[in-house]
């Protein structure tokens, strides 16, 4: 019964791994082409800064939302039936979309003060065209909240490949934006994009939804279910919203700082959100769905064998290839940027931010995977408290290693920040869970971090024997020459001490 489970763990995990590939292979793109169009300099400062500050009510109604709609959409159906609860998500979609609506129009005529007080260190044309290019995008938020909602549903029916889609969308309209567009309107082209991304988004998801969710005309504040979903929403809306305060601290200190640091900033943490999407995101969509029904046993211990085969899992695939980024840093930041308006100072400054973002990396991960513990076991306080405690750690590190490393400190800071949370989050779970870190579990988890450093320092090696790599085709060359041989390294260590783990991983990656 319990290997059925695994089976089922991984054989899911690995088919939205591979949708997740694709779609942040094409966002990978997308990327790529913003560098080669718009470099790193004031003007793609202004557009990732208002970007960043349309995504964050994204992210806020995201962590109201995904946090809680699936366990109590799963708990509705299980009591009452898929028709009422049906009912509760058209009913909950309804009230998000007038509530992502209103948010928006707020935000729209409040703009200018909200980019003043966001981004301090801006100031005329910078801090016009960053205002401009904020109220362009926020007509969008309705789209990003309601194709949420509607992920949602499908993740709580276990089609996690449609919710994995909604990420081409936008990259499809940005890069469209950015050849078709970007001559004549320049960055404004971008912000366009952003809108036709949200409507893309609903389109995408429709036909998923036929036979799995019929939408309801309902708008009814007295739902129980609705009533339980904002309680629980609360908390994990302050989680998130601590957390985002990490990022936006860090955008604050930034934008004082050089033309571009925000931009490099921003170029190399979406390089590591590719990583969370391809390694991370898979793993704790899928987890979260089956513990949330697991979890209505109302018994953390039936959660254990899950949580450790998760656990297990991520820092199988997280930790070698973390390792292997932050030694060839700079050559990923060429291989990604390297071509047209991005400049060979844009390399360096872009590559050094990176190598401090990616070591944090496993942190990322493992907090996300500990937190949708807790909210599969409808507890979002925990989360809450401890990413506050997050956020005064961010804080107190930037103010100290921004005057002594620059925007690199920035960086640093997000990594140690998150490896405090996730000390406090296993804490925490010792005690939900007693017996989960059991001699085996670290064993197993101490030999992983071995084989990593092992491979890591073949990446060392070979770094400092092959000559520099200039040009896409060579960067990518050496890249997979380094990476592959790591990886066989790794490879052959898990085949030689740990046969049985080995064994299982590749039996499941073949089906």
């Not at 560098?35 to 995201?62: E, I, K, R, W």
Request: glycine share 6%; charged share 15%; net charge positive.
């Amino acid at each position: 019964m319990q290997s059925g489970k695994k089976r089922a763990l991984i054989g899911s995990t690995l088919s939205v791994t591979l949708i997740i590939l694709f779609s942040k292979g094409i966002g990978f793109v997308r990327e790529m082409i913003m560098a080669y169009y718009f470099g790193a300099d004031s003007v793609t400062d202004a557009y990732n800064s208002a970007y960043s500050l349309f995504y964050l009510p994204v992210l806020l109604f995201s962590s109201c939302i995904t946090s809680t709609l699936v366990p109590l959409y799963v708990r509705n159906e299980s009591e009452n039936g898929r028709e009422l609860a049906n009912r509760f998500a058209s009913n909950t979609l309804n009230w998000f979309i007038i509530s992502s609506f209103t948010v928006s129009l707020l935000m729209f005529v409040l703009a200018r003060p909200l980019v003043r007080l966001v981004y301090p260190g801006f100031a005329g044309e910078k801090l016009s065209l960053a205002v401009t290019l904020t109220r362009i995008m926020l007509p969008a938020l309705v789209f990003f909240v309601g194709a949420i909602v509607l992920s949602s549903v499908l993740n709580a029916h276990e089609k996690f490949v449609a919710a994995q889609l909604t990420g081409i969308p936008l990259s499809i309209a940005e890069i469209s934006a950015a050849i078709f567009f970007s001559r004549q309107y320049g960055i404004h082209a971008q912000a366009w994009g952003v809108i036709a991304a949200g409507v893309l988004q609903i389109l995408v998801l429709l036909p998923f939804l036929k036979g799995s969710f019929e939408y309801r005309a309902s708008l009814s504040i007295h739902d129980k279910y609705l009533r339980r979903l904002l309680r629980l929403a609360v908390p994990a809306l302050l989680s998130m919203a601590v957390n985002e305060l990490n990022h936006m601290v860090d955008r604050m200190l930034a934008s004082g700082l050089n033309d571009g640091d925000i931009s490099a900033m921003s170029y190399a943490f979406k390089l590591i959100m590719f990583m969370m999407g391809v390694l991370v995101v898979p793993l704790t969509t899928v987890s979260f769905s089956k513990m949330s029904r697991e979890a209505a046993a109302r018994d953390p211990r039936v959660l254990i064998p899950q949580v450790r085969e998760s656990v297990r899992l991520l820092m199988t695939a997280v930790l070698p290839i973390v390792l292997i980024a932050a030694v060839e840093s700079r050559h990923i930041i060429r291989f990604a940027y390297g071509r047209g308006h991005f400049s060979e100072e844009n390399v360096l400054v872009t590559g050094t931010v990176f190598l401090f973002y990616v070591v944090g990396v496993p942190f990322f991960g493992l907090r996300d995977l500990v937190n949708r513990v807790f909210h599969a076991l409808q507890n979002t306080r925990v989360p809450m408290y401890i990413a506050a405690i997050s956020v005064a750690v961010n804080i107190t590190l930037n103010l100290i290693l921004r005057r002594l490393m620059g925007v690199n400190g920035l960086a640093l800071a997000t990594g140690i920040a998150a490896l405090t949370g996730v000390i406090l989050l296993f804490v925490r779970l010792r005690r939900e869970m007693p017996g989960i870190m059991d001699r085996g579990f670290a064993l197993g988890l101490f030999k992983t971090l071995c084989f990593s450093l092992i491979a890591g320092a073949v990446t060392f090696g070979l770094g400092r024997l092959l000559p520099e790599a200039f040009g896409t085709a060579r960067v990518f060359f050496r890249l997979a020459l380094i990476a592959l041989s790591s990886l066989a390294v790794y490879a052959a260590l898990l085949i030689a001490f740990d046969r049985q783990r080995a064994r299982q991983l590749l039996k499941r990656f073949k089906r």
